[in-house]
């Protein structure tokens, strides 16, 4: 089983709609989750973090957690073109003194057109 | 933000030659830095952890003597990716964390990256 699973797309949504980006992980002591944007031939930018399950909004990016089900999620409102990209889903391996470690999935490729 | 600089952008090497690519933190000192590879359609692999005054950790399946990872500084660490070959030919990143106002607990901020071609 992977550790970090993304569908890897592509998604295609049009301009305005919602884009729903889904990532499952293997361990279950991860902690810290989250979500970068990749465009084509660039390095990722971090989008959002989060830590605890539930909601965290920041302008039109929604993340989601359920550590539970060991899902997290990133909703895109108001979806526009600039925002096709790759996004990757990273989540800080509980990996005793290498705390810092990302693992990354995939990434899913979305496509907004206009 | 915090920002992280990687130079050179691009580079084009014979195949037996050696390559250095500089990660700097512009803004911030980096307890820790990362260097990643990235192929084609391929998500980012971690490939080793740096952190500064000491020995770099490798992921396993990487040479450290093929790349070698100096952290001489707060503010730089150094990948040399010693005798090229074709098949290293890939897209070199490196993150950083570091005590920076504004930055939330565990976020890496990325290097644009260096874009490695071997001939």
């Known amino acids: 089983q992977k550790e970090v699973e993304q569908n890897s797309g592509p998604l295609s949504v049009p301009e305005g709609a919602i884009a729903s980006l889904n990532c499952t992980y293997s361990?279950?002591?991860?902690?810290?989750f989250f979500w970068y944007r990749q465009y084509s031939g660039k390095s990722p930018e971090l989008i959002m973090s989060?830590?605890?399950?539930g909601d965290k909004e920041d302008g039109r990016f929604t993340a989601q957690l359920n550590k539970a089900s060991q899902y997290v999620s990133l909703l895109i409102r108001d979806s526009q073109p600039s925002d096709s990209a790759t996004y990757l889903c990273a989540v800080k391996r509980n990996s005793g003194g290498s705390n810092y470690k990302l693992t990354f999935g995939k990434g899913t490729l979305l496509t907004v057109n206009p | 933000g915090a920002v992280v600089s990687q130079h050179p952008s691009r580079v084009i090497c014979k195949s037996g030659t050696s390559v250095k690519i500089e990660c700097r933190s512009l803004?911030?000192?980096?307890?820790?830095m990362f260097w990643y590879r990235q192929f084609p359609k391929q998500s980012l692999m971690l490939m080793a952890t740096s952190n500064e005054g000491s020995k770099a950790t490798y992921e396993q399946g990487v040479e450290k003597d093929k790349f070698l990872i100096n952290h001489a500084s707060l503010t730089l660490s150094t990948l040399t990716v010693t005798s090229a070959h074709p098949e290293d030919s890939s897209f070199y990143i490196c993150?950083?964390?570091?005590?920076?106002?504004?930055?939330?607990?565990?976020?890496?901020?990325f290097g644009p990256g260096t874009r490695l071609t071997v001939l």
């Open positions: 989060i830590y605890s399950n």
């Open positions: 361990d279950r002591g991860s902690q810290s």
């Open positions: 803004d911030f000192q980096a307890t820790t």
């Open positions: 993150s950083a964390i570091g005590h920076f106002s504004g930055s939330a607990r565990n976020e890496q901020f």
